[in-house]
């Protein structure tokens, strides 16, 4: 059994009920929709790699980003018994179109089939990465928060 950890830096995009995401060509996620984003260059700073990691792998530029938060989880795979420690950083982002076809990468491979904005009701366990499980999940503890609540009876104590 082999211990992996991998960092890396990803954009969060909703638009219109649907979640910016990348179908993975290879990897542990291969064939499952991810979020764009990925490993940093030396001497790259966070926000660094999360603008040219999202024109790399969706064509799309970074208008705003913001939100930063970070996450881990353990994968185990299921063929090799291998288990990767994946630590990521995630940013809210809006994004704009800038090309139609993915830019050429000259020293490294892509590992994303391009650009694909899923509803989020078609998201499901077997079709996602943990990366977007993490996501979904988080968004449906702040639906939850974000709910009306009522409180009926309210008390105001007399000082």
Request: net charge neutral.
């Amino acid at each position: 059994m082999v211990h992996k950890k991998h960092f890396g830096v990803y954009g969060v995009a909703y638009a219109n009920g649907h979640l910016l995401c990348i179908k993975k060509k290879i990897g542990p996620y291969k064939n499952r929709f991810d979020l764009p984003g990925g490993s940093q260059k030396e001497s790259e700073g966070l926000t660094e790699t999360l603008v040219r990691e999202i024109m790399e792998e969706t064509g799309y530029g970074v208008s705003n980003y913001g939100h930063s938060r970070c996450y881990d989880v353990f994968v185990e795979d299921n063929s090799t018994d291998d288990i990767i420690h994946h630590i990521f950083v995630l940013y809210t982002i809006k994004v704009i179109k800038k090309y139609d076809k993915l830019p050429e990468l000259t020293h490294e491979t892509n590992d994303s089939a391009g650009p694909i904005w899923v509803e989020i009701s078609d998201l499901t366990a077997e079709n996602i990465s943990p990366l977007v499980a993490r996501v979904l999940e988080t968004c449906s503890r702040m639906k939850h928060y974000l709910m009306l609540k009522k409180y009926k009876n309210w008390i105001i104590s007399k000082d």
